[in-house]
């Protein structure tokens, strides 16, 4: 369990990460989702230490990662691809890290065969192309044998048979008991692999929720219905908690809040003819988009990187 | 035993004693340090410099060359040691400078998250491998080279002073060596940890010999790369500390860029 609290850190007049508040379960694969700069790598960093929060706290099982006696028995990072030195073979590098903890070296045999890097184990790291770089830091995160794994976006590089080996890796992991927080600006991805979700934007929790939610937050209330009496359908279909728009000139309407079923009963009901009934499940891209859409008009009003000049300029 | 007996069902491996000790982190930063090429070439570099200078000073040694005045066996069997000093210091600048530079600092730092145990290690680590290096080549530099000297200044290695200071060139090397590590973890850059070292090595000392004298007699000594010279000289030159003051002087300047490093490590993000 990863428990973030007010998490704050700030670089200088940037606030990287901007009060933080969730917890990661263990059990299920929880997505952590976010533009790229959003603060997803900086919260990880928080998490094992590797920068000291501005104010808050990231704990996991209850106390910080730093305070236990076997770090990598708590926790296994893969951070970013690039944390090997590109003069050491792979099997130094691993065993170089299992030894601070005692590892032994049939371990480290272990995880080097795990994420198929056997045939490379003794090769500088620094000629691996990106997808081996990635497995040779899942190799390291897996060490330890940790209680918690957090993955920065693990499949970054990979091809399609590793990004099937990665999901099937962190659901098998989950489904021990492990608690699973893996990263991604990709939410196709995390939509095959996570079943809760964490999405930030700017530093800031937009959602704190699972897959199916968010599916159904968006689009599981809505369709589009072509008739033979638009107006009518209209009238008879207004409510509340309903909105329906069309397109002038066209018998086609789309209506949120109701469900297809519901609107083609109501039609029946009336004798309008229904030509065309299609239940709109939004994909989680869209609801995705919705969430961080304010994030990226920010953006796109300043353009890239104006943000910390312009305020700058005018202090 | 807590740990033990609280672990989850979900550890399919036995847990044997596997925790982070400092014993642990000395023999992770030992793979390390062999397991590197550019690591041990540095550290060969220093070895074959140490050796090839003091044969060579004793076989073109001539008492009538006025390049050779005020030369002793032991001065002739170390006159690398400028080299050398310079070629162990950029290797403890690669150990920890390099670490950031390549970005595997992160790996080490999420291993051994109270960091400080990691910049012992490597001082230690480095600092014994330089010493026992630099006392195997500074003897064999000096037997080597006892062979070769022609005009009656051979002194036996058993001769008053003769192993004192072949220890200290070693002891020189280790504190140089640790010098280093603490530079390049000071400042976290390969290239400007090697340019503040050649500044206190050779630069400063250079510079100090154009003060007026009194100042100069004041300052000198105690530079890091005269006070390191004085270490390991058989005869002392005017003004120069003596060999254990010039180790005290020596080790004080390491201790402060280690003591330097150990606060920004533990004061700033990695």
Known sequence: MIEIRQLVKQYGDKTAVDGLDFTVKPGVVTGFLGPNGAGKSTTMRLIVGLDAPTTGSATVNGRAYASYRAPLREVGALLEARSVHPGRSASSHLRALAATHGIGRRRVQEVIELTGLSSVARQRAGKFSLGMGQRLGIAAALLGDPETLMLDEPVNGLDPEGVLWVRTLLKGLAAEGRTVFVSSHLISEMAQTATNLIVIGRGKLLADTTVNQLTAQDGGQSATVTSSDPARLRQLLAGPAVTVTGAPGSDALRVTGLSARQIGTAAAQAGIAVYELTPQTASLEQAFMDLTGEHVEFRSVHPAGTAGPAERSAA | ?270
Do not use: C
């Open chain 2, 1 to 270: 035993m807590n740990a033990a007996t609280a672990a989850p069902a979900a550890a399919p491996h036995s847990r044997p004693s596997s925790r982070l000790t400092g014993r642990r982190v000395l023999a992770s930063e030992w793979i390390k340090l062999w397991s590197v090429r550019s690591y041990w070439m540095t550290g060969a570099l220093a070895v074959i410099f140490l050796i090839a200078f003091g044969l060579v000073a004793a076989a073109s040694y001539s008492p009538a060359s006025t390049q050779n005045l005020g030369s002793d066996s032991v001065s002739l069997a170390l006159g690398g040691m400028y080299l050398v000093l310079l070629t162990v210091g950029v290797l403890g600048v690669l150990v920890t400078a390099g670490e950031y530079g390549t970005g595997s600092i992160r790996s080490t730092m999420t291993a051994v998250p109270r960091r400080l145990p990691v910049l012992w290690s490597k001082a230690v680590v480095t600092g014994a491998v330089a010493l026992v290096l630099g006392a195997v080549s500074a003897v064999i530099s000096y037997a080597g080279g006892e062979g070769l000297l022609r005009g009656g200044i051979a002194l036996p290695l058993t001769a008053s002073g003769v192993l004192r200071s072949l220890m200290l060139a070693a002891a020189a090397m280790a504190l140089i060596v640790i010098m280093g590590v603490g530079l390049g973890s000071l400042v976290r850059s390969v290239g400007g940890a090697i340019a503040i070292l050649a500044v206190l090595l050779l630069l400063l000392p250079a510079l100090a010999d154009l003060l007026p004298t009194g100042l100069r007699n004041d300052i000198s000594p105690y530079l890091l790369g005269n006070a390191a010279n004085s270490m390991f000289s058989l005869h002392q030159s005017a003004g120069a500390l003596n060999p254990w003051a010039g180790s005290g002087v020596a080790a004080a300047w390491t201790a402060a860029a280690l003591a330097a490093a150990a606060y920004r490590l533990i004061r700033t993000d990695v």
